[in-house]
């Protein structure tokens, strides 16, 4: 088997002498299984940085360089210097690490048996047990550091990834390939987190290595933070929305929607010409919305996963005329109880709009993570 280090350069003239000699001599020689290469990317950096790669060139014939053109960010060396490793090198893994030493090298091994156990994506965490960030960044950073990785497994609500923002990563040459096309407008540092999506998206097994990030001793960081962070932002925020957009959740309100007139008609009537309680009364109105709720949902919202026998169908109205009366009696009704007890029955249409808010976000979740449930990879 045969791995690619990619490693972009943009003025690295020192550091990558170290990092190269350090992955010759003291972390090639202890990989029995896989022939190791290493394919710098540089952008023309003017302090000679492709001049030193040359002079190790010589020395080392696993070691290549791309002479990339112009600086136009690090996720566009990326892309291009993993096409170049793919089509002329035929690995059968591409490896991402910074030139600079803040990627310890010696755990590259560790990051290949994950890769022989199976996995596809292999992702360096500094967010994890074992590993770390510079103890001597300033607070500022590391605030920016932890915040923005929380930030996005938020949004993103995959809890499992723990550093989304890192560029130390192993990947079978089949996830690039996969996700390369749509890569194109991801030129600068935003790179690995849409990279990172895409490929949990696909249900590719992804496995992390802890490593202590450490400090830089030579040259600067190119990232421009201002840049990168509203960059990000918008990546996340607009391509969780689309997620959003696609998945059963709007289908659901639709049929909600519905329901809720059901619902509300029917406790509207009850409440002026019976004298039930009106926290009861909501409870008998709510049947008959759950009733609606429960077919439309299942020939149409969770379409994909509906009950496909007489029985299936029965036992899953069931289910659902259980959860969603644990909502309607707790939460929604619940609500209306409490609004009664503390301001009154004359309010009672607003305490029915709280406790739908509330019941809402119950049903959602237990229908398409209980009901209707779908399996995924990751
Ligand atoms: N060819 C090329 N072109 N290389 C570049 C460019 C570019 O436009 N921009 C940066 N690089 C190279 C740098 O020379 C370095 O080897 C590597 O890409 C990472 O850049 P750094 O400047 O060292 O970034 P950092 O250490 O501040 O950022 C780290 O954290 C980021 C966010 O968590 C890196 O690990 C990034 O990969 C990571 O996205
Ligand atoms: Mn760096």
């Known amino acids: 088997m045969k791995a690619v280090i990619i490693i972009p350069t943009y003025n690295e ?26 394919l710098v990317v540089d952008d023309d950096s003017p302090d000679g940085t492709a001049k030193e790669v040359e002079e190790l060139i010589k020395k080392y014939k696993n070691l290549h360089l791309l002479h990339n053109g112009e600086k136009a960010g690090l996720g566009a060396a990326y892309i291009k210097g993993m096409s170049l490793a793919v089509e002329k090198l035929t690995p059968d893994v591409l490896f991402e690490m910074d030139a600079d030493g803040q990627h310890d090298p010696k755990k590259i091994p560790d990051f290949l048996k994950k890769i022989d156990e199976g996995n596809d994506l292999v992702i360096g965490t500094r967010y994890s047990q074992g590993g770390s960030i510079p103890e001597n960044w300033p607070p500022i950073r590391k605030i920016y ?3 923005g990785n929380l930030l996005v497994r938020t949004i993103f609500g995959r809890f499992a990834i723990h550093d989304w923002t890192g560029g130390y990563r192993a990947m079978r040459v089949s996830v690039f390939l996969k996700e390369k096309n749509e890569m194109g407008e991801f030129r600068g540092y935003t790179f690995q ?130 959860t969603s009366n644990i909502g309607v009696i707790l939460i929604q009704s619940g609500t209306i109880q409490i609004g009664d007890m503390l301001y009154g029955e004359q309010y009672y249409r607003i305490y029915f709009l709280i406790g739908t808010f509330f019941l809402l976000i119950w049903n959602f979740t237990v229908y398409s993570k209980v009901i209707w449930k779908k399996k995924t990879a990751f």
């Open 13 to 38: 003239k020192g550091n990558i002498k170290k990092l190269v000699e350090t992955l010759e001599t003291d972390v090639f020689p202890e990989i029995k299984t896989w022939n190791m290469h290493i």
């Open 145 to 147: 550091s932890i915040f």
């Open 193 to 322: 987190v849409s990279f990172l999506h895409k490929a949990a998206r696909d249900g590719f097994k992804i496995a992390e290595v802890p490593f202590h990030f450490t400090d830089r001793t030579l040259g600067n960081s190119k990232i421009a933070p201002g840049e990168y962070i509203v960059d990000l932002l918008r990546y996340v925020i607009t391509a969780r929305f689309r997620e959003v957009l696609h998945s059963s959740f709007p289908k659901f309100l639709i049929v909600g929607g519905f329901g809720f007139f059901i619902n509300a008609f029917l406790y509207d009537q009850l409440v002026r010409n019976t004298h039930l309680p009106i926290a009861l009364a909501n409870v008998v109105a709510a049947q008959f919305a759950i009733f609606s709720n429960y077919n439309f949902n299942n020939v149409w919202t969770f379409k994909a996963h509906k009950a496909n026998s007489v029985l299936a169908y029965f036992s899953k109205m069931l289910q659902f005329f259980a």
